[in-house]
């Protein structure tokens, strides 16, 4: 009996190790810090070249788009900190001034290339905020 | 009205305090006058909520723009459908409808089992008034759905967001809600055997049922939210691993792991403690689930808001849950020890018991990647979050394998398979899978694991088709009838077995379909008109963008034709809406095209009216449609499971007189069902019978009907009215019907305001099905009258050839069912 229980012990030892060995190594490349503009914005040179998810309110009239390409430039900023960003492709329909968007990419001294985009998308669960100007709320 | 629904809040909690503590009482003094009590109070649980219901979709109706959620959730020309669905629209009343739900399916539940487990039935009222009571109290301190303005009252509401005014997502959350709710119930009846000691078997057979029937509604309801996300959301997939999709996936795991472990303690009594495990783990996690969507805990493009306090309510009791619950199973260890051993590994108890723990890894897989910002955050400080690649860096190996058991778990024997048994039953599906995979390498498919899933896909249709097959083989050799009564004989007698098998068939479909990912290809152009891209073998050319008004939006619509292989593949139409009340927030309305090898899926993304250019999305997405048919096929064998004995007594009892009669004039009913539906349009008045024609060809975009114009009921429908305005139009134009249709199209930016799809191409399918299933059915009833019209043969010698397959088939399907 307890040769039975030593044996399922082991087995799920192993077994969890080997998972455990495989989750760590696996999450290693796909890790993104998760930050706000301002955060990053403390330290830019800290952050130049990782895996980098921003987030922030886009600029009003700060958003440019080369003609006849798919090229965007704007700035998006959280508490007086302001970042530009740039982003080649198709936006979300949310996208536009005033909205909260959250990018992928990674930064350099130009500023954060983007290689995705997502804008808060609305949802039933969170109506439009009763006061418009308070603090945007965390979800939508 | 606001007063009077909050006081049935106030009085169902009471009720359920009452229903909880009584059960109790009755249960310890054995007295039968106070268990019908709680019982009785549990209905009436039922009956106010159902009250409560009424109030809140009646102020919804009438406007009682006084009440908040109603204000907040609805406007005055919303329509009316969406004005119905409002009630479970925000978080308020989504746990009102989770209320009152849970208090009809907890009735039904009771009443079905009151007399047959009659020593659970006061424990699940109690445990079931418990988890109702947590509800209504977070309604009555925290989301009051009948909370009103205190001072002046707003005179209109601010209406539900353009995006959700979409039939499937007007379904998806009830149907996501009823999987979740009836998850409860298995909980009750598991608590309620561990509280008494009861924990012989029956509990199992008293919630199977409902775990399928919760099962079938969570797959329903996640297949809808994967549609809604491809057709609405316009990013050309439909599933990118957000929280809000993974809390609806995590007890879908865990109840599939129990729906197959049950069958491990019907067959052997093992895996005891495991199944009261699972069916306590899988509770937690709808809970789980409700509280990482609702409370802000988890950072997500659709999160819900951020909620402390209610985070707080939450935390506590999911903490009580865990303790009360599997402090009652360590209590109870004692009488949950397993009969039997597992003999061999070569066994399909020993299949399962592998299934099992594939699945619960994949639950805790997801929950810890999908919590990893908010435990990162916890254990460094530091916000740290994985993508989808890493989602599908792992449930790309672990889904293979998934279904890889999928075929082999049926072909191994309980206990202990023989080598005889391995030889004999894998020779055919392993053939299959081989030659398939050897195919799909010969044809230079480039994704191998794509190909990996399409010869595990050929394995599992392998084995599915061969049990099928031996199974009648075996009875018509057994009854002495032809193999099609065999079939359905075999199927009646084992409706779960088989059942079961259907499910596995519409899961190897959906399989199907994700490998269809694997090929997918996308593109992104700016182009003028005249200007193309090539994507794959599809070249798509812009031809001209036109912007329309209709009143209560200005549609901006491309107007695109796609060549393949230098013919005319398709018109398409992708357009962006933007509504006058929601002008910041254009919708895009994406055009497919749908084929069983692929969808052409265009996207309006960005566009310029003076130069007419328009920046156009493209993807090519392969296969995509078998998805959606794997989730038709799932629901067809949840039902088959589900149905009860008399459906199939044709097939197994012996004949009754006039059956045969009974049965045709039963089919001839459901066949000529088109006769009942003409009787109940409303008429209209049409000025012409080309009028007629069209407005019964034009769905009405009211927008909740999916009726046609002519056939659209609701008073001073807005949709109807401007339709048939421009119908009557068009006609005094004189265009001819095809020419007004083409206008609808066009307008429209879509066939789906067409009733029904064009004849040509992949829409064939949909005008041919309907004919298809009645020339099977006419020909099964011919089949049926034929051989019920014989007389009885004499039954030929039952003379088993392969014996150790009859004996397997028998031994296994006693008792299963």
Known sequence: ?140 | MASLGYYLLLAAFVVCAYAAAISVAGARRRSRALIESGIGAFYLLAAIMAVASAVIVYSFVVGDYSIRYVQRYSDSVQPMFYKLTSYWGGLDGSIMFWVSLLSFFGSAAIYVNRERHRELIPYVVTVISVVEMFFLFLMIVHNNPFQTYLTESPTDGTGLNPLLQNFYMAIHPPTMYLGFVGLTIPYAFGMAALITGYLDDSWLRAVRRWTMISWLFLSIGLGLGMIWAYEELGWGGYWMWDPVENAGLLPWFTATAFLHSVMVQERRGMLRVWNVALVITTFFLTIFGTFMTRSGVVQSVHAFGDDPELARLFTIFMVATVVVSFGFVIYRLPLLRARNELDSWLSREAAFLVNNWILLFSAFFVLFATMFPTLSEAVRGERLTVGPPFFNQWMLPIGLTLLLLTGIGPLLAWRKSTVQNLRDSFLIPVTLGVVTAVAVALLGVRVWTSGICFALSAFVVGTIGQEFWRGARVRQRATGTDVFTALVGLVARNKRRYGGYVVHLGMVLIFFGFAGEGFKQKEEAQLKPGQQVKVGSFVVRHDALSITDDGQKQMITAHVTVLRDGKPFAEMYPAKWIFRKHEESPTTEVAINRGFAQDVYLVLATFDAATQTASIAVDINPLVNWVWMGFGLLALGIGIALLPDAVFSFATAPLPANAATTALIFLAVVLSQGVALAQDTIPAIFRSPLERQVAGEIMCNCGGCRLSVSDCGMMNCHGKSGQMGKIQQYIAEGKDHDAILATFVREHGGYDVLMQPPNRGFNRVAWLLPYVVAVVALLGVAFTARRWSRHEAAAPDAAPIDRELDARLEDELRNLD
């Open chain 1, 1 to 140: 009996m307890s040769n039975k229980a030593a044996r399922i012990g082991l087995t799920g030892v192993v077994l969890a190790t080997a998972f455990g060995v495989l989750l760590y190594s696996s999450l290693g490349e796909s890790l993104q810090y998760y930050k706000y503009v301002d955060e990053v914005m403390a330290e830019p040179a800290a952050w130049h070249g990782k895996n980098l998810q921003v987030h922030g309110t886009v600029v009003p009239d700060s958003i440019g788009r080369k003609d006849n390409s798919l090229e965007w430039r704007f700035d998006i900023q959280r508490n007086g900190k302001v970042l530009r960003a740039y982003y080649n492709g198709i936006v979300p329909d949310t996208f536009k001034a005033d909205s909260e968007v959250v990018l992928t990419g990674t930064l350099d001294d130009k500023g954060f290339h983007a290689t995705e985009m997502t804008a808060k998308c609305p949802s039933k669960y969170d109506a439009a905020p009763v006061n418009p100007g308070s603090r945007p709320s965390g979800g939508a």
